[in-house]
């Protein structure tokens, strides 16, 4: 029978043997942790083996962080899994069921009408409405256009977003009917060298569009140009500075009136087919007039179909949100996902979006009181989630019914969209497929990594670092490159 002492002996043997290991496994997140850019940062780390379910790294895993545009995750995978991978989402053009010369156009929330995402002609709806009313509708009466865009309400941005994002084409309103990806460019003449730049015009045309120049030029070749301003104001502000010496150079800017220009649009076409279109409305101002009314009786009714417009399925939509970090098109799946649960045009779209994803994610078991969300996209600096929730949530993916789809909506690390610079120059360039977030003071990456043996689920999330963005994401791909 083995002595004490002999026990003690072996078992401090097998410590010696482990002990590499253990430090070998610790090492690179430990070095990750000392990095110099991320002395004075809150940092959260989780990574989970998809197969066995273990966590592998973890530090803060728990902590409420703020995500950024990894936050496109939660909208896209509870969109998909709510939704569909096929769900379209359709524009319809009817006759007012009691006016017969009334031409309604009713959104329901499609982001992708003329969006330059896709390879598609972004007048395609027009020319093809054209068309069909041209063969539907006779020529020789006079008609108006009412633009139902009022599935969302008109509160198109979040209330958390900060004003110096406001007007900007990334931070574009989202309403039920969207046009144009909602972003305009803003032409200057930048030649004058001793002078402030010159506007030259829109594109598309805005009517009725006022700006208040206060652009300067710079030699470093740099845009530095905003532009802001609120939802449906047409007076915008244009301040910062970008490059002189530029014929054409332009800034993007988010359109104030979606539908309205969608309305505009479409009359010129219907116009130039052979129709006399009096007038262009949209339901906005009898939505404000009954904002306090308790009958709310909507002062138009669908009749006659005459032509329907269906969007790329809803595959395409979350890939494009992934890959390029679509603010516009994540924001308009957290308001469908909120009218899906309640289609009363007078409730908060956002915020029923925002509750119904946090009730589904809460529903599969997954621990949401680290969760709490402003946007869908990741723009309010008042996100906040846990490394922990996105491991689970990216597990739960990789091994649900729309395992597939959501994994390829994902770029690849060193190759496309956000992450084509990320882990370029390592071993797993195209073989991570994750998500990157990225406003003032904050860095994350979230997503996959499948190479040789290896599967994990990964979230590291960094807030308020005081190292360069490029100095932070080194860090991360050491640390990933470690594993």
Known sequence: MPTTAFLKRTAFACLLISLPLILAAQTPLQQFLRNPALKHASVGVNVVDLGSGKTLLSHNAEKSLTPASVQKLITTAAAVEMFGADFRY??????????????????????????????????????????????????????????????????????????????????????????????????????????????????????????????????SGQDNGYIYGAPFAVERSVRGNI?????????????????LLLGETMAEYLRNAGFEIEKVETARKNFVAQLCETDKTLPYSIG????????????????????????????????????????????DALQEGIDATAFFWKSKGIDTEALTMYDGCGLAPQNTVSPKFLTHLLTYMYAGKNATVFFDSLPKAGE??????????????????????????VQSYAGYL????????FSVMINKFNGTRTEVRHAVEKLLAGL
Request: net charge neutral; with cysteine; aromatic share 10%.
């Open 304 to 347: 006659k179909t005459l032509f329907e417009h269906r969007s790329r399925p809803l595959s395409e939509i979350i890939r494009e949100v992934n890959v390029q970090s679509n603010n516009h098109y994540a924001e308009h799946l957290i308001r469908s996902i909120g009218r899906s649960k309640n289609a009363a045009i007078y409730s």
């Open 90 to 219: 359709t524009t319809l053009v009817a006759l007012d069921k009691n006016d017969a010369s009334r031409i309604l156009v009713v959104g329901t929330g499609d982001p992708t009408l003329g969006s330059s995402a896709f390879d598609d002609n972004p007048n395609a709806f027009f020319i093809n409405c054209a068309s069909e009313l041209k063969n539907k509708l006779p020529a020789d009466k006079k008609y108006s256009l009412y633009v139902v865009d009022n599935l969302f309400g008109y509160e198109g941005v979040s209330p958390e977003w900060t004003w110096v994002d406001m007007g900007n084409y990334y931070a574009a309103g989202a309403y039920g009917i969207s046009v144009f990806d909602n972003t305009y460019n803003l032409f200057f003449n930048t030649t004058k060298r001793d002078s402030c730049p010159q506007i030259l015009r829109t594109e598309p045309s805005i009517k009725g569009l006022t700006f208040d120049n206060y652009l300067t030029l710079n030699t």
């Open 243 to 259: 490059p002189a010496g530029r014929a054409e150079f332009s800034i993007k800017g988010d359109i104030p009136d979606p539908g």
């Open 416 to 441: 496309e969209g956000t992450v084509r610079s990320f882990m370029a120059n390592t071993a797993y360039k195209g073989k991570i497929h994750a998500k990157s977030g990225s406003i003032g003071g």
């Open 450 to 457: 499948i190479a040789d043996n290896k599967k994990l689920a």
